[in-house]
């Protein structure tokens, strides 16, 4: 079985408070981009265990630590399944705040519901999906989605950028997600985000907002030179994808836009 885990960009992030299990609540809509995927095949083995082969971007983790890997374990240890050889093929950068681990772990719970005939419903995947991470249990809906808690309490989201052209940029920077907590101080906004996002697009810029920037871009000015690009070639609105370190911008029509050398972008139209 072949499939593609697409990846995902925040339609803003508010932080709200801190928890006593030492994470965090948030609100944010997270919106898939399904253009933008890896690879990952999964066959059924007569060998017990599950071996994992790589290619494409370089991901730093070793295979008995991947996501993938976890999710085949998760099964196995719970269902019984078989042995699996699994390739994945990487093109959703790392550490980027596109979720591409989280979409590459969901999927493959996913494959391998299917594959083995465990016939799991949705919810019962997303309860499976959330010991591997809080965005993982997003990408078994795909589809947008008003997210709270910890990412994981979702409803349905109205938002549809179909037609909008988007710019990904990723500079050569890695932003971990305790540094992008540092220095968080968590507050609920007075306008829910929810009502902020119903705005029309072109009025995002001073509402929809990611509770992280402040925090990312002192440290890496070089992000937030990157947002003010995309606006100064004509986007709507652009921001820093979850905890960073992609920025994205949306445009009304195709964009002339060029990245400085050394980072990677991606465009398409929704």
């Known amino acids: ?17 801190k928890r006593p299990d030492g994470y965090h609540d948030i609100a944010t809509v997270m919106y898939p981009l399904h253009g933008l995927c890896d690879s990952l095949e999964i066959i059924p083995s007569a060998d017990p ?3 994992l082969t ?6 730093a983790c070793a295979p008995a630590d991947n996501i993938v890997t976890k999710a085949w374990r998760i099964m196995h240890e719970e269902f019984g399944t078989g042995g699996a050889a699994i390739h994945l093929h990487k093109v959703i950068p790392s550490g980027a705040g596109l979720g591409g681990g989280s979409a590459d772990g969901a999927f493959a719970l996913m ?12 919810e019962r995947l997303e309860s499976m999906a959330l010991t591997l991470g809080s965005d993982v249990p997003f990408f078994i809906h795909n589809t947008p989605q008003h997210c709270s808690g910890r990412g994981e309490i979702m409803t349905s989201c109205s938002v549809d950028l179909t037609g909008y052209w988007i710019v990904l940029v990723k500079p050569p920077v890695f932003v971990s997600t305790a540094e992008a907590y540092a220095g968080i101080k968590p507050h609920t906004p007075t306008v829910p985000l929810a009502e902020r996002i119903s705005r029309p697009i072109e009025e995002w810029k001073d509402v929809v907002t ?3 920037e402040d925090t990312v871009f002192a440290r890496h000015p070089r992000l937030a030179s990157i947002k003010q690009s995309l606006y100064d ?3 709507l609105y652009a921001s820093m994808s979850g905890s960073g370190s992609t920025v994205y911008g949306l445009f009304a029509s195709q964009p002339s836009y060029t990245a400085a050398e050394g980072d990677w972008m991606w465009t398409a139209r929704l």
């Open 49 to 51: 265990t599950a071996s």
């Open 1 to 17: 079985m072949i499939l593609f885990p697409n990846c995902k960009i925040n339609l803003g992030l508010d932080v709200t408070a």
């Open 233 to 235: 070639a004509g986007a």
């Open 210 to 212: 990611n509770a992280f």
């Open 54 to 59: 790589m290619s494409g971007i370089d991901v």
């Open 111 to 122: 494959a391998l519901n299917a594959l083995y005939g465990i016939n799991l419903d949705s």
